[in-house]
């Protein structure tokens, strides 16, 4: 076989997927599904190698991450690695740490990824994602609102997941917006995997000494890599109390909806700077217009997790 | 102009008080909804999240707590935006090499201190703990909120240190500094209130004074809470976030000796404070 372009071995375990892309990566990254797709070039090579301190032109968008006009990005995790997004078909990884530590992936499937899509022309939406009864579902909010508690917990219901922390929307696809399947993995507390009756026991914890875990769901019948139509996103309110006269799950008017949806856009910042503005507004505004858009508010304890469940599926199916 | 305006306390001394009063006076029209109160949270995680473009729910609290005044530097304060309300010490956290804001970037500090005595009992109902665990607490440098092993809480760690290292670290702090206290406040709402609109440049015309100090009532806050629910009060003590707002209330809350422990613990900084009998 002749070699690739760009001098990148094949994967460890041969291509991967990854959001319809077909990923060739020196860094091997276990929770994501082989390739069996058609024999296409690699959409994204993901090497390892050095990474130049400070790109060309770059601004600080924070004291992590660098930027460039031209869709070029840096991340550095002081201990863990840095990053470079180079193209929307390359990223360098330069581990400060042993490569097959979670820890590398954890900002690799984070903020990188969220670039990635940025570069790419779809929006990443801060959601959790699942398919119940053939349609799409996102589940979306701030860290700790329980994105991936109500994902997870969904899953174990026998619905598939779709994609966990960055839900990935193309809003140009034929039919309306689709979310694009990542992998099989949620990234769950101590205190939501004990809630769900399970331990961590044999988890990858996402940064090391943390009690944030990796949770993969190994079957197939529990991921498919078709796009999958959203019909409903679901942003989360955490509250520590129930306030009087506030329902539950209450459908939101466009204007609100689409607000709702902007507050969500993953890594905004870095977006604005890369001029998207527009085109995340008209995005949202093809979701608002395909999909049933609620505010969820739920009480940060567990105590409610079943009756919440319940309560999203009959959303879905009516 | 540095526009990082801050209302700066010690955990339960009256900082959501000051923060429904500036509602009330922005709204000017008497009316206030507790579940709407202005002013953004110091350590509220989703802030960080943006202002990084990293989940600081992926970082560990010593990159937390180093991060935190970075971020400040990345998303300067927009002029003319409503004060901030922390109950960070003006200390440099475990991790960190500066206080939680950066200095260059602070404009006016309001500091709110409130006779310990009373925040004891208070604090030991927000938290769910024993009055004699509060007094234990308050009396601790490195006492920390915000923190959880097991899962993940909207606000970043906050180092707020012992009362007494709380209040000297912003006294001694050198920050464009206005001292009020909770008391005088409570006595003598009028002047203390300018005082504090007039910090924050707000203008304060006396009548809408008057009406944002009627709309912050003690008793309309609680009723309100009563009623609806309070979305900051926390899961310890459900929908009980708001008190009687009293000075004086721990001679019938305290033990003599509770009170006692904590004229040993915190005597020299009460005296100068005018907290004595």
Known sequence: ?318 | MSGLNLIASYPRSGNTWVRALLTALMRGDGSLNINALEGPIASDRSFFDDALEVETSDLLPDEQRRLRPLAHRAVPPQKRSFPIKTHDAWLPAPGAAEPPFPREAVGAVVLIIRDPRDVAPSFATYYGVTVDEAIAWMARPELSIGNSTQGLRPQLPQLVSSWTAHTASWLDSGLNLTRVRYEDLLAAPLPTFTAIARAFGQSAPPDLLASAIDASRFDRLQAAETREGFRESSPEAPNRFFGAGTAGGWRQRLTAAQANRILRDHGPMMRDLGYED
């Open chain 1, 1 to 318: 076989m002749s070699a690739e372009s760009g001098g990148v071995t094949a994967s460890p375990g041969g291509d991967l997927f990854l959001c319809g892309w077909r990923v060739r990566s020196d860094l091997a990254l276990p929770e994501l599904t082989p390739w069996i797709g058609d024999d296409r070039e690699a959409d994204l090579t993901i090497r390892i190698g050095a990474i130049p301190s400070r790109l060309d032109d770059a601004r600080d968008v924070s004291p992590l991450l660098q930027v460039t006009s031209q869709k070029q990005a840096r991340l550095s995790i002081d201990g863990v690695a840095s990053y470079w997004l180079r193209s929307s078909h390359e990223i360098v990884v330069d581990p400060q740490m042993a490569a097959d530590s979670p820890d590398i992936r954890t900002f690799l499937f984070g903020t990188v990824l969220g670039l990635l899509v940025h570069c790419r022309g779809l929006m990443p939406l801060h959601a959790s994602c699942i398919r119940i009864g053939g349609k799409g579902v996102a589940i979306s909010g701030m860290s700790g609102a329980g994105k991936s508690t109500l994902a997870a917990a969904l899953t174990r219901r026998g619905h598939a997941l779709v994609s966990d922390d960055i839900c990935v929307i193309d809003t140009g696809a034929a039919g309306g917006p689709v979310v694009r399947p990542a992998f099989p993995r949620v990234k769950l507390w101590q205190d939501s995997l004990e809630a769900m009756g399970l331990g961590s026991d044999g988890l990858e914890a996402n940064r090391f000494g943390q009690r944030k875990y990796y949770l993969r769901f190994a079957g197939a019948a529990d991921f498919h890599t078709e796009p999958v139509s959203l019909k409903a996103v679901f942003l989360l309110r955490a509250q520590n109390v129930a306030l009087s006269g506030q329902a539950e799950i209450q459908k939101l008017p466009p204007m609100a909806a689409v607000a709702g949806l902007n507050d969500q856009i993953y890594r905004k910042r870095t977006a604005a700077i890369w001029g998207r503005e527009g085109e995340l507004f008209q995005a949202i505004g093809q979701i608002v217009s395909a999909a049933d858009v609620y505010r969820l508010s739920r009480r940060t304890d567990f105590s409610e997790l079943d009756s919440l469940l319940r309560c999203i599926e009959d959303h879905v199916a009516s």
